[in-house]
């Protein structure tokens, strides 16, 4: 079992809609989680993090964390065609060792 | 400008001759990491620094060392290059768990 899993998509939805990221982590004393979006050719850019059970909203974008079921989600909302993107989970423990997930790529079709 | 610099960004060499790639940070953070990224596999973590003086390994150390002799410089140091070293290589750095990655080194082993 990966430490990091994602939804292996690739995930198509259309201009407008929510997209919906969905990642679970293996490592239960894990305290940190982020959400990365990598375009095509350049390097991760960080888009949320999440340290506390429930949810956090930052524009278009909510991250859910639920430590007891050891998953973390990723809404986008009003989804865009820039939103087109590959879309990184990682967890980051204490000791400064991170987990990426191998990534979700999305597509929103105009 | 807040900057993660890594160079070179491009290089092909061969077996077994040594390379260095540099990575330098002007965000005065503590923490640097180093991390590899091949199709099918994501973001692997091979080495990272918390702090001056100080590296541990991350999930694929192997035939890679690094060194953090200040705060704003970890290099990689590939002493024996091999084909399956061949990868994309991407430096970040951070303060709190979020981190800021260069634009990556394509590396080319033949």
């Known amino acids: 079992q990966k430490e990091v899993e994602q939804n292996s998509g690739p995930l198509s939805v259309p201009e407008g809609a929510i997209a919906s990221l969905n990642c679970t982590y293996s490592d239960r004393g894990s305290q940190s989680f982020f959400w990365y979006r990598q375009y095509s050719g350049k390097s991760p850019e960080l888009i949320m993090f999440?340290?506390?059970?429930g949810d956090k909203e930052d524009g278009r974008f909510t991250a859910q964390l639920n430590k007891a079921s050891q998953y973390v989600s990723l809404l986008i909302r009003d989804s865009q065609p820039s939103d087109s993107a590959t879309y990184l989970c990682?967890?980051?423990?204490?000791?400064?060792?991170?987990?990426f997930g191998d990534g979700t790529t999305l597509t929103v079709k105009p | 400008e807040a900057q993660v610099t890594q160079n070179p960004r491009y290089l092909i060499t061969v077996t077994g001759k040594k390379l260095t790639v540099t990575c330098s940070q002007n965000m005065n953070h503590e923490y640097m990491s180093w991390y590899r990224q091949d199709p099918g596999l994501g973001l692997r973590q091979i080495y990272y620094s918390m702090n001056v003086e100080v590296t541990d390994k991350g999930d694929v150390p192997e035939g890679y060392k690094v060194s953090r002799k200040e705060k704003r410089n970890f290099p990689l140091i590939l002493e024996s290059p091999s084909p399956n070293q061949t990868s994309l290589y991407f430096c970040?750095?951070?303060?709190?768990?979020?981190?800021?990655f260069g634009e990556g080194s394509r590396l080319t082993v033949l």
């Open positions: 999440i340290y506390s059970n």
């Open positions: 970040a750095t951070g303060n709190t768990g979020e981190l800021f």
């Open positions: 990682a967890v980051m423990g204490n000791a400064g060792k991170s987990t």
